[in-house]
């Protein structure tokens, strides 16, 4: 079957099928599939169904339909939608419900989307291998015993799966790409201040970014369209105007290779042959020094954790979801609820952040962290001035098995040594499948997203 939207519309269109049918045809490999992959954690049938039938009849009278009317999407469990749970993965926010819809959801609802359930993920976006959630892993759904990636892993693998037509990730060093990457899709992080953060509980509060992940690059660059742009709510989205994609978007032609030492032979081979064909398709190719490798990961770590430490304080048993059953006093419901509600990783992070800003450290830490970034960012700037697009592996690696990693955190911290850039800078970063479950990711000036679209879709015509 072909899954994508834009098929189905056609389908639609001829009288073949109806929107209610498509939903009806995800619920069943959803039922079929999940309790294997546990890539969902809840499922909104009913409302699913009766906003296809809503659909269905609109069209039957002949009215016009909103630009992705049928359009089926799981959301990560960090992206609140009003009237439904909403957790992080993580037993902190047992029982909690959303009171309000964050912005992307409100703007996919009025363009006809179809929010068809909740996704799985790491426990508030902290993972590689969607390993940390407290409702389970979540099984890569095309190599049994594989991770999907992380932290977006249980929104990936439902794409992957075929149960929606895209999923809504969020990144903050690589969540949306990594596990796109693992799982053969295109995933999107976008710039940073391009699509707003209104109610995406909050990890690294100025890396954060959501963003699509979908088999096809045609259906991601609708959503992004949708979700993109000034919202009112997030004081850190950027009025910049949003021109639509088109295809008469000249492809990029100057592209510089970041490689790193230590890739993984197989994406170092397939790299090695798109860079050739690149060269034989006129491109200016070239692969330039990067000096920053060693500091990526160490400056994504002080950073990140020290802003989450402090976004998490707000869990504490008295405002949302978990308490403790055990307390006597203030200080210890404060306490015991934070020791039995959060994860291993999560409190691991809390720690090494509260330290980073700990007096007596802060200037050695963070101050120091905040300069590499900076630099980091001028320095992208430089190349951007010279190349059209930095391109890259996505990860190091093809998918790593179930709990191979899981006893390593720093080999775990490691694979997200190509990722955490763009976080660190703010610029757009595509994910590419390149070729099977390895990606190219392809970076570009800030706000330049159509560009990247246009990059891949000139990978796309090198490659047929
Ligand atoms: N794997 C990275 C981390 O654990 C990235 C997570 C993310 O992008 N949310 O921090």
Redesign the pocket.
Known sequence: MNHSYYALRRAVERGDTTFTERVESFLQKIYSDNPRLNALLEVYDTEAIEAAQNWDKLYQRGQPLPPLAGLVYVHKDNIAVAGHRLGAASRILEGYVSPFDATVIERLRNAGAICIGRANC?EF????SNENSAYGPVQHPLLEGYVPG??SGGSAAAAAAGFCHVALG??????IR?PAAFCGLYGLKPTYGRVSRYGLIA?ASSFDQIGPIAPSLQELIAVYEVIAGFDPKDATTASISLEPFSHEMPPPKRWAFLLPKGLHSEVETAFHSLINKLHNAGMEVESVDFPYWDYLIPTYYIL?TAEASSNLARYDGVRYGYRTQEASSIESLYARSRSEGFGREVKRRILLGTFVLSTGYYDAYYTRAQKVRRLLYDYTESLLQRYDVIAMPTSATPPFRLGEKTQDPIQMYLS?LL??YA?LTGHPALQIPLQGFIGLQVMGGLFAENRLFAAAYALDTLAQ
């Open positions: 790491d976006a902290m993972g590689s992380g932290s969020s990144d903050t060093g690589g969540s990594q990890y990140t997200d990722t955490v976080n």
